[in-house]
């Protein structure tokens, strides 16, 4: 539907459950990607021959980690090189961690805060180099409905999410003077690896079986008590890509069947 040949896109965490839909619609849509992630060979392998079939032209892997300092230089330095330029960037790798926060511990906030929010920054900082260089920029940020509202247990992951919205609203107004915008989307529960241990642990308290613990634990907080498909960010992704958004910026989309609604 939206054309984004000649458009360069790096993204984050393609190997997960949100980021392969993410490189799959920005591909259809005729991108070049730098994809990153931390993953097995085979599901890297896997992921890629995807993202070509899709219809990227070129596809170049990186699998550094981002909570390293350095490496979002070595990224966009990655992408300038390869491609002569960048024009999006989504950061949609994330971590989750689950605990009362009186036993969360100090390394997990840490992690959650450097991949989750301090990363993000770095990729931009680096990427808005050469983005207005080239006059035009598309920043898509992965937050989460945990960015607008909070749960408990989450403290770490709410922190960095209406941080990273923070970031968004700021990065948005510093380049409102360019063709560069800057937004966030707001993911309800999406079925990946990320809320796995969750849905688990739920089965075990309700004593019932993954299915119907899956069923239960989305219709907690979501009155459409259905999970949010991967494709559906993959396409609002795109369409914030599209010259039809060159005037929405700054802003936060839930995309959460009516969780945020409440
Ligand atoms: P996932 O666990 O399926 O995938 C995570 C991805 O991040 C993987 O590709 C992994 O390799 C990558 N990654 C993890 N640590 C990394 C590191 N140190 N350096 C580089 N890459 C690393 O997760 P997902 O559910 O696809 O989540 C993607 C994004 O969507 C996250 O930001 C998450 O917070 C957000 N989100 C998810 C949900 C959900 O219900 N799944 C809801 C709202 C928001």
Redesign the pocket.
């Known amino acids: 539907m939206y054309n984004l040949k000649n458009k360069s896109a790096l993204i984050?965490?393609?190997?997960?459950?949100?980021?392969m839909d993410i490189a799959l619609s920005l591909a259809s849509a005729g991108c070049r990607i730098l994809a990153?992630?931390?993953?097995t060979p085979e599901k890297i392998q896997r992921v890629v021959s995807a993202i070509y079939s899709a219809g990227a032209p070129e596809v170049i892997f990186n699998g550094d980690?981002?909570?390293e300092r350095g490496c979002a230089e070595h990224l966009t330095r990655l992408a300038n090189k390869q491609f002569g330029k960048l024009d999006i960037l989504v950061n949609?790798?994330?971590?989750?961690h689950v605990q009362p926060i009186e036993t969360f511990s100090e390394e997990h906030w840490d992690r959650i805060i450097n991949?989750?929010l301090s990363a993000p920054f770095r990729l931009i900082k680096n990427s808005l180099l050469l983005m207005r260089q080239n006059n035009w920029g598309r920043i898509i940020n992965?937050a989460?409905?945990h960015g607008l509202v909070a749960s408990t247990h989450k403290s770490a992951y709410v922190a960095a999410k209406h941080g990273l919205i923070g970031l968004t609203k700021t990065v948005a107004l510093e380049t409102a003077n360019q063709p560069i915008t800057c937004n966030a989307i707001c993911?309800?529960?999406?079925q990946?690896?990320?809320?796995q241990s969750q849905i688990e642990k739920h089965a075990a308290e309700k004593g019932v079986d993954i299915e119907r613990a899956k069923q239960s634990f989305v219709s907690q907080k979501q009155p459409s008590m259905t999970f949010v498909s991967p494709k559906d960010i993959g396409a609002m992704v795109v369409f914030l890509c599209s010259d039809s958004c060159d005037q929405i910026t700054g802003s936060s989309f839930p995309i959460d069947g009516g969780w945020t609604a409440q």
């Open positions: 984050t965490g393609i190997t997960g459950g949100i980021g990153n992630a931390m993953d980690d981002l909570t949609n790798a994330g971590i989750q991949l989750n992965i989460s409905v993911p309800g529960f999406v990946t690896a990320l809320i």
